[in-house]
């Protein structure tokens, strides 16, 4: 039985994918320093337990 392996690191056009949210939503997260990037050579990455955390810090709102 072959375990299903999940990236360490996403590009940032997996990241949006993930979140549900535009190029320029993520890219202006990054610039207000809320979410944490790596440079590998030209690619920008983002690594997976940053985007966890970064999702952890986002505000939680009561079921209505």
Known sequence: ??????PQVLSVLDACKFLGVGKSTL???IKQ????VRKLGKRTIIVRTD????LASLPTFPVA
Request: aromatic letters at 12%.
């Open 27 to 29: 890219y202006e997260v």
């Open 1 to 6: 039985m072959l375990d299903t392996v999940q």
């Open 51 to 54: 985007l966890e955390d970064f």
């Open 33 to 36: 320093g809320r979410l944490k």
